[in-house]
């Protein structure tokens, strides 16, 4: 353990030097020695921006992936930037973010007087662009920054949301928590982020795997499947998550036919995970996967169909739209962040103007990906020239699914919390009204500390954090149904609430629908194998 502590304290140096060396001079101003730090090295500019007395920032996995640069260090490397398609999923949760944070300005209850900013970036699911990001977050985008004294109080935000999944969280965090800078994620469950040793400044508002694990190992005993098949994803979240899953499902009585890990770069592992999965004796497969890995494989299955299998998701899938398509996945059950309401929101997904759209180029690609034109005068051959008339109501995608929101509310509630943060650290209640200070020269580390106890129901939904930085955990229980369209729909048929005494935990108040079709219990119910 100390060796891989060191290494990854040198790896940690050695990033540092990379994305963001200062260049320190001095000079004699009015008698006193004031210090200048120049930012070496390109500086990063957010997706979306705006300004404000207190700004929080915004870490997201808009695109889906990193462009792959060869450097070859005679000249500075440029900083690593994004490619591909604009994911809608985690498009409407950054609109989410600024949505709350123009709800908390409109506000004359919370931070009266005071305008929040945001900077919101794109980590195109990468750990190293994530990693860049946090560099940039802690310091800010000035070239040159006087401070006086010292160079220890920079551009830094109150607070950061993100990020979409447990390793790119884990990196900012370690870079983070040495500046006491709260990371609230809406979407990072490994259960390791709950060691407040190693991410002292870690919060989260979804539950911590930990709980997860147990509420699926309750699930596979509760219909009495005691033989099972196990494959995870090859990150933090689905090792950390399997393995808490194992340990749940042993004391449970479950046995395990098979454990295989992947990842979605894997084509090779893919398919060779996607044979076992055929050859396997056991019907239940416990699939504990982030979406985008879990539609590799169904994409490989899908080849040379399996045999029918029965399929237990964790909430890194198990309501992402992409997989439901295959329609062999039927009946698929497993828990999901419990579904909510944000009043006023859908109408702000939708409203988007083309000003708007224009104004960004995050939002240009979105756009013209989504309705297939172009905004640009200059045309392809493949698309036309949009010409005003596109509406985002008829569209069926996940950025404009406003029925029901799940992991949307886990970033409404991180900022929310984070509000709620500074308001305590920067206003006061006197004679029954609330005066804010609009100053900056307060000390930042108020804003951790007031997080820490943060108490507060926004839209009926209570926000607090343990002492680990973790909320209390409830799930809905979500089962694939396919109804006589024969389109699979996701419905709720109960629920696992972490609070409630022990045995009461976990119910199931509707009928559910397996892989045969049948509304009842599966009859294949298999035990222990004795070989």
Known sequence: MENSSLLNGLRLAHIWLIFVAFGVSDRVKNGALAINCTL???????????????????????????????????????????????????????????????????????????????????????????????FQLSNGEDPVIQTGHNCSNLGV????????????????????????????????????????????????????????????????????????????????????????????AHKEGICVEYTESFYRTEPQKIQIVA??????????????????????????????????????????????????????????????????????????????????????????DFWEEAFNCSLKKTLSK??????????????????????????TNMVYKAVYAIAHAIHTAVCQETNFTTTCIKQKTFDKNQVF????????TQNGYHVSFDANGDPVASYDVVNWQKPESGIIELVTVGYYDASLPKGQEFRIYKNLTWLDGDMQVMKRVQHCSSS
């Open 40 to 134: 070496q090295g390109t500086a990063r500019m957010p997706a979306f921006s705006m300004d404000g007395e207190f700004i929080i920032g915004g870490v997201f996995s808009l695109r889906y992936k990193e462009i792959t640069k060869i450097h070859s260090y005679t000249i500075v490397p440029e900083p690593p930037t994004c490619t591909g398609s604009v994911n809608s999923r985690e498009l409407r949760l950054a609109r989410a973010m600024i949505f709350a944070i123009e709800e908390i300005n409109n506000s004359t209850e919370l931070l009266p007087g005071i305008k929040l900013g945001y900077k919101i970036y794109d980590s195109c699911a990468s750990v190293s662009v994530a990693t860049h990001v946090a």
């Open 157 to 248: 935000v109150m607070g950061v949301i993100g990020a979409s999944s447990s390793t790119p969280s884990i990196g900012i965090s370690r870079i983070f928590g040495p500046f006491n800078i709260p990371l609230v994620s809406h979407f990072a469950t490994c259960a390791c982020l709950s060691d407040k040793q190693q991410f002292p400044t870690f919060f989260r508002t979804i539950p911590s795997d930990h709980y997860q694990a147990d509420a699926l190992a309750k699930l596979v005993k509760h219909f009495g499947w005691t033989w099972i098949g196990a494959i995870y994803s090859n990150t933090d979240y689905g090792r950390n998550g399997m393995a808490s899953f194992l340990e749940a």
């Open 275 to 364: 044979d076992v999965i055929r050859r396997s004796t056991s019907i239940v497969v416990v699939a504990f996967t982030a979406a985008g890995d879990m539609k590799f494989l169904l994409e490989e299955l899908n080849q040379q169909p399996s045999p029918p299998r029965q399929w237990i998701g964790s909430e890194g899938w198990i309501t992402d739209l992409q997989p439901m398509r295959f329609s062999f996945s039927a009946g698929a059950i497993g828990v999901a962040i419990q579904q909510s309401v944000i009043p006023g929101f859908g109408d702000f997904l939708l409203r988007l103007s083309t000003s708007e759209v224009a104004a960004s180029s995050v939002l240009t």
């Open 382 to 407: 493949e698309k036309r020239l949009c010409d005003g008339t596109e509406d985002l109501v008829t569209l069926k995608i996940p950025f404009t699914e406003t029925s029901k929101f799940r992991i």
């Open 449 to 456: 500390t007031e997080l820490k106890r943060v108490n507060f």
